[in-house]
Structure formats: C-alpha cells, structure tokens
C-alpha cells in the first residue's frame, strides 16, 4: 500500500526566544509521520499561512514517496517561483517527507544519503563578547571543550565613553564600519596569539562592510590563516567576490541569506567561494541541498551549513546527516540551544569534544513535544538588529 499524505501540520514555538516553525507531515500509516523546519524567524505567520492555504490542499492524498516530483510541484505550483517565504514553507515539507522515507526504509538519514564518509562532524563555535578579555575566556572555554575552531566577534562595544556600538549582529543601533575593521583586526590577532595556529579561527563580516573594505579587510586578514571569512559582500555584491580571490587567499565562506540556487551556482562555478553555507530551512530543504552539495563537491568546494539559533535543532539534524553523507563536508556551525529548546525536540544533536552527534534512530531523529512548543509561544516582536545605522544615521542595510 502507498505511503499517502493524511495531512500537513504547522506549529510555532519559541523556546529561546526565536520563532521557529514546525512542519509535521501525518500519513496513512498509523504512527507513520515526519517532521521539518520551515523556519523564517522574521516571517513565521507568512511561513504558515502559505503551507496551510496553498500547500497542505496540494499535498492531501499524494504519495509521500515522490519527493522529487512533490518537491518540483511545490517549488512551481504558484507560478512565481521562489524567495524566502516560499522557500521556508517547502523546506519545513521537504524535511518531513525525507524523515518519512527514512523511518519507512528503518535507517538513520545519512544511511539512506549514501552512508557516513567520516567519523565525526567538526563543529565551530561562537565566542562572541562586548570585550577583548571576554572573547578570550570564551574561546578558552570552548577550546577546553574539545572545540577546535572558533568564530570570534565583538557583539557591542560599549566601554568607557563610547558613544556607539561596533556591532557585528544584536543589540546595536550605530555600527561604525571602519571601526569594526580596526577592532576585528586586533581581535584575532589577539585570538591568534593566545592560542596558535591549531586552532581554527572564523570571522563573520556579516556583509556589514561596502565591499571594497571587504577587499581590504580579506587581504589585512590573510596572515592571520582564517578557517575562512564569512559573507564578505550580500548577495548583491557578489561580483566583488572575484576581487577579493585576485588579491588574496583569505578563505571565504558565504550563503546564510541565499535563497536561491542561482546565487549559490554562480558562486561555486565561478570559484568565488571555499564554504556554501545555506539556510537549508530557506532553499527548500535537503532535496535542493543534496544537489548543492554535490555541485560544490564537483567545484572543490566544502559545506558550512548555516547553524544558527533561527532555525529548529530539525533542520540541524538534516544538515547534520547530510555533512555524515558528504565528502565535501567542511565544517558545521553550532550554537548550542537552552534546555527549554531540548524539552521541545528530544533528540536533538548533541555536541561532545567539538563534534556533533546525532541518534541513530530512524528518520532524522529528532521529535517534536507539542505540548512543551505550546509553553513557548510565537511573538511578533520586531526585530531591532535589522535596524543597524551609520553613525550619520543613515540605514546600513546588511
Ligand atoms: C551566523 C549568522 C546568524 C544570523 C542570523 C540572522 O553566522 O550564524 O550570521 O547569526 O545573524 O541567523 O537571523
Ligand atoms: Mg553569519
């Protein structure tokens, strides 16, 4: 008898105070169900409605098997195509069929990808504070942990009479770009100093810089033998990346905010990057992100998927399986979520000695607790990061 798609779910949550999405695909196979992120933390309510109104009819009754063909319906069934907000709500649907066909075939994610190629997942962690001292304990922490590569950044700078922030994501009003120039510099030659050339070292220009300051500060970095720098320009400026290749070997890793394929093929092909590192929850999941990984592979280039708190420890998992099936898996972001978020998803990756770990059970291994999501409901707080400003006031769009 066909697996078919009883019915198509959606929930929000926000354990640790991101809206995420939850996408639960139910069949008709008792007890037959998968689960996948659709997150847009930004645009969760728009997520929810296109996956209820539009999708969830188009789904009703078809065979869960197909996930290519479902997936090529989806991605063209309204005509325009793509974007973020379409995007999410086919990778939240995308991730819950991949999970159903795993726990049919009874095997781990990865084993039904092709099977592990590696024995362990690195993963890099963040040692963000407002100061030099603090950084540093953090790296040092993380480096005790086992950690062997570190993403260091000042998130505020806000020491005796400052009139601003230097900031790199939160908490910031003003952002003084040279500024972040000079002070990143110093940061890591600092980092480098303590703790030497074993330990890999991340810096994220979260396309802040006009992208020949990105040029310069690529090439000021290069002594420095980055693990790479990330999103130099966005996804605007990408033509600047071909500068930063001609005058230096800073490695690059750039795609979080990617939403289209294109952006990424003509990236890979025209070798302006070391490190694809999508939003698997924004491009429409692991079908479109298995193709990724194997175009980079053929171009030489690794993966870094996106591993931030705006996406659920689901689609960390997916990405987690598919870097175990990848030759070309380079390095994987973490976090690291609350315990509140871990009440929510039992089974989520855990990471021990800077590795990341997944179960072993079918399927991508992660559940979803609807009654502890419901402690935690969605908000429609406005995000203030995206509001960042020149010191003249001028909007500094990232
Ligand atoms: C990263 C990212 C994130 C983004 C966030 C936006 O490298 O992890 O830059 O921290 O800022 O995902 O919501
Ligand atoms: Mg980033």
Redesign the pocket.
């Known amino acids: 008898m066909s697996t078919l798609i009883a019915d198509v779910r959606v929930f929000l949550t926000a354990p640790d105070g991101q809206n995420l999405l939850v996408v639960r695909v139910d069949t008709n196979q008792p007890g037959l169900y998968g689960l996948g992120c659709g997150t847009n933390?930004y645009r969760v309510h728009a997520v929810r409605e296109m996956i209820l109104h539009n999708l969830r009819p188009l789904l009703i009754g078809r065979d869960a098997s197909r996930i290519e063909d479902l997936w090529q319906l989806m991605y063209q069934s309204g005509y325009w195509r793509g974007g973020p907000v379409a995007g999410n709500a086919v990778s939240g649907i995308d991730m819950a069929l991949w999970d159903i066909k795993a726990k049919e075939a009874g095997m781990p994610l990865y084993a039904l990808l092709g099977g592990c190629c590696r024995d362990r997942l690195t993963v890099y962690r963040h040692c963000n504070a407002s100061t030099r001292e603090a950084v540093l304990e953090k790296a040092e922490a993380a480096i005790a942990s086992g950690c062997r590569c570190v993403r260091v950044a000042y998130t505020a700078y806000d020491g005796p009479g400052e009139s601003g922030y230097l900031c790199l994501?939160d908490h910031g009003t003003t952002y003084d770009p040279h500024r972040h120039m000079r002070e990143i510099v110093s940061l890591l030659e600092a980092v480098r100093a303590r703790f030497g050339e074993e330990v890999g070292l991340i810096t994220?220009t979260?396309e802040r810089l006009d992208p020949a300051d990105a040029v310069t500060l690529a090439c000021v970095l290069e002594p420095l033998h980055l693990t790479f720098m990330?999103?130099p320009v966005s996804p605007e400026q990408l033509a600047w990346l071909a500068r930063i290749r001609q005058r230096c070997a800073t490695p690059i890793a750039i795609g979080?905010n990617f939403v289209s394929l294109r952006d990424c093929r003509d990236v890979i092909v025209n070798g302006y990057t070391d490190y694809i590192r999508c939003?698997l929850s924004a491009i429409g999941g692991l079908t479109p992100a298995r193709k990724l990984a194997h175009l980079a592979e053929s171009f030489g280039v690794k993966t870094a998927w996106?591993?931030?708190l705006?996406m659920t420890p689901i689609a960390l998992a997916v990405q987690g399986h598919l870097g175990l099936a990848s030759p070309n898996f380079g390095i994987q972001?973490y976090?690291g979520y609350s315990e509140a978020t871990a009440d929510v998803f039992p089974g989520m990756p855990q990471v021990e000695d800077g590795a990341m770990t997944l179960t072993e059970r079918p399927g991508h291994g992660v559940d979803f607790d609807e009654a502890q999501a419901a402690k935690y409901p969605p908000h429609d707080r406005v995000a203030a990061w995206t509001e960042m400003r020149l010191p003249d006031g001028t909007l500094h769009t990232p």
């Open positions: 933390a994501q994220d979260h990330e999103d979080e939003h996106h591993g931030a705006d972001e976090y």
